[in-house]
Structures are given as C-alpha cells and as structure tokens.
C-alpha cells in the first residue's frame, strides 16, 4: 500500500542512508488454520512487515502476524520470497522472531535504544516497499497503553502521521537504528474535538531481556501472567465488560457482557491499567481471581479460574 506523498521521508532530512534501511525491510504473509483460536479475530492470512536484525536472516516483526501460522512467507526488497520459521513470541510484548529457511538478500539494521526517544522526535516509520511504504513521522506521546485484550505497555511510543500498513514496521531513529516495532492504528487526540491519525509502537528496548530466551525456548523464560479471557472498556471511571472469548476462564466463570467490574481481590479498579496490574500482581496463571461486579445493580462476588493466554492456541507451541 503506498503512503501519501507528501509523507515519505526525503533523504536530505537523514543523515544515515535510507535506501539501506529500507534494504532491511522484509515483508510477511502468513497463512492460519481457520479452527485455530486465532482465526476469527485475526483472520486465516495476514501480512504485514519484518525487520532483519542479524546475517542468518533473522526476523523482527509484531506477533499478531505469525500467531498459529502454519505458513510463512518473507520478501525481501528485491522480490525474493522464501519461508519463514516462528522461532519465538512473547505474549507481553508482543514481539515475535522468525527465521528465514533460505537466503535474503537484505540489509541488516541495528538495534538502537528506545529509552532516547522523547516527544517531537523525528522518526521514519518503515514497511518493505522502500520509500513508497514508508512515513516520514513525529513521536507524539511516550506513554502507558493498555490494550482491552488483556494487554499493557509502560511506555508505549506513539507517532503520527499514520502508517498505512502498520503491522510490524520498524521505527527508526535519526541515526539510523530500530527504535520500536510497529503495533497498531490509533486516533490521537490533539486540539478541541481534533483527532490526529498515527501508530502505537512497541519499544525495541522490551527485545533485549527476553532475545535469549526467545532463540533458546520459544518464549520467556517466566510463569506467564493469569489471563482472563475478558474484554474491558473504561467507561466514565469504570471497567465494563464489552466481550468474552468463548469457553475462556471469565466466559465459564459466567461473567457476562455488561457486568461492570468493582474489585479485584478488594482492590477497587477504575482503570484497565489497574485491572490487569491488580490481577496479575494476584500470581501465575492458574491463579483464582477474585473480582466483585455490578451486574445491572446487583453486586455480585465471582471467582475466575485463571490460565495461561497461551493455553487456548490450537497450534503446537512455538520453536
């Protein structure tokens, strides 16, 4: 998908060359068994973009991509396409490594330090496709972000313009390095009733503590965080259930759409940030959860039989 003009980067604002980071950009296309747990939300083939960050064709990108995929497909910015192996996926990032099966004919890009980043930096958002797929942007908020599906970032970056096709686009600095793999669109309030369009960006930072583990075992080498199953939203101070995974934890616990969430272990919450940090700080996954909840006045006291996100993927596990 080509970006709008006027947003491609020019050479003459970089000082590193952009025609060799781009060189590191691979594109990913998977392909998802459609009974695999993923599958409906996801959808059975998806693509997005990769990043090379070693000579044996080692591949960044963001996990939602590769998530139960039974085929992947790498391109590199010549054309060539070969495949690709999940090597590993870490459900709190999000980040995910694959390696290439055959030869890419790519660049390889260094990784730099997101922790440097402040606000009003200038940033190019990179997809495979060169400079036709790839903005020229501003870092608009370095920020907490908690995601409705069981997910939080401490300091989440967010840049806008938006990049046309986010999923799994590198950040990279003014020198040159990868600064953060791109997540998701979002609409950022600016001015009055102004929204300004852009990309939430997971810091490469959160790479470098789990890359070993993620190499040698698939996954982070720690007990995974309890997961409920539950869609929250904030709605005026409070956690209200928008949806359930079907036969997840909070589904087979009997929580139901509507129910607003109270306490967590007779900890009030009003903030998703602070309903998943209550819970996790509960243990491991297989932990019971104690919540108090509003159902449409009635206050009700309901204990939600934890699990491990990954429990629910129909595919074999990763590596």
């Known amino acids: 998908m080509a970006v709008i003009s ?6 003459k604002d970089f000082s590193f ?9 691979v594109s990913v296309q998977s392909r998802i068994p459609s009974d695999a747990f993923t599958a409906s939300v996801l959808g059975t083939e998806r693509a997005g973009n990769g990043i090379v960050i070693r000579e044996d064709g080692l591949v960044l990108t963001i996990g939602y991509l590769i998530t139960e995929a039974e085929t992947i497909w790498l ?7 070969v495949q690709g192996h ?3 996926y870490d459900q709190e990032s999000g980040l995910a490594l694959l390696q290439a099966l055959g030869k890419l004919d790519s660049e390889v890009i260094q990784l ?8 009003n930096d200038k940033v190019v958002i990179a997809g495979h496709g060169g400079i036709g797929n790839s903005v020229s942007a501003e870092v608009i908020a370095i920020r907490e972000f908690a995601g409705y599906w069981e997910y939080l970032l401490e300091a989440a970056i967010f840049t806008s313009p938006a990049h046309p096709n986010w999923g799994g686009t590198g950040l990279i600095g003014d020198n040159g390095e990868l600064l953060g793999v791109g997540s998701l669109f979002i609409q950022h309030e600016t001015t009055g009733d102004m929204t300004a369009d852009g990309n939430m960006i997971v810091p490469i930072d959160l790479l470098e503590p789990i890359f070993d583990d993620l190499l040698a075992l698939g996954k982070p080498n720690k007990n995974a965080r309890p997961w409920l199953g539950l869609f929250g939203a904030e709605v005026e101070g409070s956690i209200v259930v928008a949806a359930l995974t079907s036969d997840g934890p909070a589904h087979q616990a009997d929580i139901q759409v509507g129910d607003i969430i109270r306490y967590v ?9 602070g309903f998943f940090k209550k819970v996790w700080a509960l243990g491991e996954a297989g932990i019971e959860v104690p919540l108090i909840i509003d159902r449409e006045g009635e206050i009700l006291e309901v204990a939600i039989s934890s699990i491990a996100r990954a429990d629910m993927l129909k595919r074999p596990k990763l590596h």
């Open 265 to 273: 272990s007779n900890n009030n919450v009003n903030s998703l940030a």
């Open 75 to 81: 391109t590199d910015h010549t054309g060539k396409a």
């Open 112 to 119: 730099g330090k997101s922790s440097r980043l402040k606000e």
């Open 86 to 88: 999940v090597l590993g």
């Open 17 to 25: 060359d952009l025609t060799k980071t781009f060189a590191s950009m």
């Open 6 to 11: 006027k947003n491609k980067p020019n050479q």
